[in-house]
Every structure is written in C-alpha cells, then in structure tokens.
C-alpha cells in the first residue's frame, strides 16, 4: 500500500530564510505526486503538481525517484507562506488520493 | 459559482446519536470524496464515489454510511456517533487531476 510521511510537523523559519518541506513516499509504481495547502481560515487547495514541472508563489518541488521524495522548496519565505502543508500521493490509474501528515509552516518577521 | 459546500459547518452531537454532514457540488464532478483531518494523521479517506450509486471505502470506513443518489450530493453518516468522531470533515470533489475541496465540518461528539 502507498504511503506519504511528512516527518516535520512544525517548521519554523524567519522571513527571507529558505524553506524545505520534506516529503517522503513509498508506492511500487509511478505516482502522481502533490502539495496541498491549507492557508489560516480557508479551504485547502492545490498548490503544485510535480508533472506541471511549474513554480507556484515561489514554490517549487522536485521529484526525486531514487530517493522516492517530493519535497517543496522556497529561496525566501514570505510571512503569507504560513499554512498547513499537506504531500500528497494519487495511484497512477486512480481518483484516491493519500495524504501525508502535514507540516504547519511558521514564517516569523 | 457556488462550487463545493458542505453543512453544517459546526456541530455539537452526544454519543450515541445519529449525524449527517452534507457535502454538495455545483460541478457535475463525477467523483466526490469524504477526508477526516485530524492532528498527528493528516487526512484520512473515509469514503469516496466515482458516479451517482456507486460508492466505495477508503482507509477508515468504519462507522460511516455514504450515499449517493445525485451527482451533486454525497452526505456522510455517522450511525452512532463516538467520541473518537471527533473531527473535521471535508468533502472535496475531483477535476481532472486535482481535488477542490469544501469549507469542512468541525464534528464534536460529547
């Protein structure tokens, strides 16, 4: 069965300092991989996907599948980047998709 | 555009008690989704439905009824609620690769 670990639960960074959100996975076969996030009062959304190869508010995600990680990157934290940070995996002929634990990123002034 | 909505937004229940959270879409998304987020486990599928009358588990069913006469709608009920319900809840509807999600349902059950 597929799984995703986040292994930071909190992260704190000051602004302007880089970030790295760690995500790990295990699945036998080529996933689909994704980050969610989860702004302070509002709804949890998309935030990147690693086939779109893109940059999203500066984010960036790399997939590793030798090392089976997809972690999310930012140069320099912005105070807005503070949110739950959610890694996420779907099966590569599926709709499911499995969730990691999440990372509360802080970003201090 | 509505998009995904979901009701009530809080509620209050006893143990024992029969729940119901409404998840509905104005989409036409043809599959929907039930999360449970809580802290520690991230969010976990209780039940998920790829069309109207079809159904299926996902990682934490039990105690949970879904149902799904309309494409639009996808309620979760908890048959008898237990304290270890206690959660939120979100529904969440899927566009090609990518899930939209509703507001949540923060559950307490005393």
């Known amino acids: 069965a597929q799984r995703v670990t986040q292994p930071e639960k909190l992260l704190s960074v000051f602004k302007g300092a880089p970030v790295e959100l760690k995500c790990n996975y295990s699945y036998s076969g080529s996933p689909e991989l994704f980050w969610y996030v989860q702004y302070s009062r509002q709804r949890l959304q998309l935030l990147l996907r690693h086939i779109s190869r893109e940059s999203i508010k500066g984010f960036t995600a790399d997939l590793n599948k030798g090392e089976t990680s997809f972690h999310l990157k930012k140069p320099f934290a912005q105070e807005e980047d503070s949110a739950m940070y959610y890694c996420?995996?779907?099966?590569?002929?599926?709709?499911?998709?499995?969730f990691g634990e999440g990372t509360q990123l802080t970003v201090n002034p | 555009d509505a998009g995904i909505t979901q009701s009530p937004r809080y509620k209050i229940t006893e143990t024992g008690r029969q729940v119901t959270l409404m998840c509905h879409q104005t989409w036409s998304h043809s599959y929907m989704f039930w999360y449970r987020q809580d802290l520690g486990h991230g969010l976990r599928l209780i039940y998920y439905s790829a069309a109207a009358d079809i159904t299926d588990k996902g990682e934490v069913p039990d105690g949970y009824v879904v149902s799904r006469s309309k494409t639009e709608n996808f309620p979760l009920t908890l048959e008898s609620a237990t304290r270890s319900q206690t959660s939120v809840y979100f529904c969440?509807?899927?566009?090609?690769?990518?899930?939209?999600f509703g507001p949540g349902t923060r559950l307490t059950v005393l």
């Open positions: 969440a509807s899927l566009r090609g690769l990518e899930q939209f």
């Open positions: 996420a995996l779907q099966e590569t002929s599926g709709s499911r998709l499995t």
